[in-house]
T-cell receptor
Framework: AQRVTQPEKLLSVFKGAPVELKCNYS??????LFWYVQYSRQRLQLLLR??SRESIKGFTADLNKGETSFHLKKPFAQEEDSAMYYC??????????FGTGTRLKVLA | NAGVTQTPKFRVLKTGQSMTLLCAQD?????MYWYRQDPGMGLRLIHY???????AKGEVPDGYNVSRLKKQNFLLGLESAAPSQTSVYFC???????????FGPGTRLLVL
């Protein structure tokens, strides 16, 4: 079955500390993976996707097909990074599968 | 270029009432989606459309209907609202089924 798992509902870190939001997927084909971010009371917006291999707002994510993971990382968290983060999998047709999300709180 | 817009922003309904949520996009996207967002459950797909005049069921379609009469608009209808439909509803659109989705601002619906 196709599935996206984000094991942490809430992740709290101190400002300046490294951040890693975990995402694991289950899909037998060639996945397209995305990270979306939702700031408080705002719409979801794309943070990054694996094929672009770029860094957005200091965040990076590497697709590890062996471990079926697409963890989101940032070396030094900022208070403005506090938000809800969703990992999503596209199977290439119409279908996107979203994880349940991880709320990141960056403490001063 | 407004992107994806949704109306209304907030609505309170009584059980059994009906309403329609409107989603509009000005990016000439073929694909449009309706999701509901509930605490601890992430985003769940209600219905989607791969082009004007087409609609299909997603993961949680019961109690909802949709229409895509014009390419830029995707309507979500609740014929007889239930408290279990209290949620935040997001519309999204994309060029294809594997490209970035662009989301609307959401509609908060409370069913009493």
């Amino acid at each position: 079955a196709q599935r996206v798992t984000q094991p942490e509902k809430l992740l709290s870190v101190f400002k300046g500390a490294p951040v890693e939001l975990k995402c694991n997927y289950s899909y037998s084909g060639s996945p397209e993976l995305f990270w979306y971010v939702q700031y408080s009371r705002q719409r979801l917006q794309l943070l990054l996707r694996h094929i672009s291999r770029e860094s957005i707002k200091g965040f990076t994510a590497d697709l590890n097909k062996g471990e079926t993971s697409f963890h989101l990382k940032k070396p030094f968290a900022q208070e403005e990074d506090s938000a809800m983060y969703y990992c999503a999998l596209s199977t290439g047709t119409y279908k996107y599968i979203f994880g349940t999300g991880t709320r990141l709180k960056v403490l001063a | 270029n407004a992107g994806v817009t949704q109306t209304p922003k907030f609505r309170v309904l009584k059980t059994g009432q009906s309403m329609t949520l409107l989603c509009a996009q000005d990016m000439n996207h073929e694909y449009m989606y309706w999701y509901r967002q509930d605490p601890g459950m992430g985003l769940r797909l209600i219905h989607y459309s791969v082009g004007e005049g087409t609609t299909a069921k997603g993961e949680v379609p019961d109690g909802y209907n949709v229409s895509r009469l014009k390419k830029q608009n995707f309507l979500l209808g609740l014929e007889s609202a239930a408290p279990s439909q209290t949620s935040v509803y997001f519309c999204a659109s994309s060029y294809t089924g594997k490209e970035t989705q662009y989301f609307g601002p959401g509609t908060r619906l409370l069913v009493l």
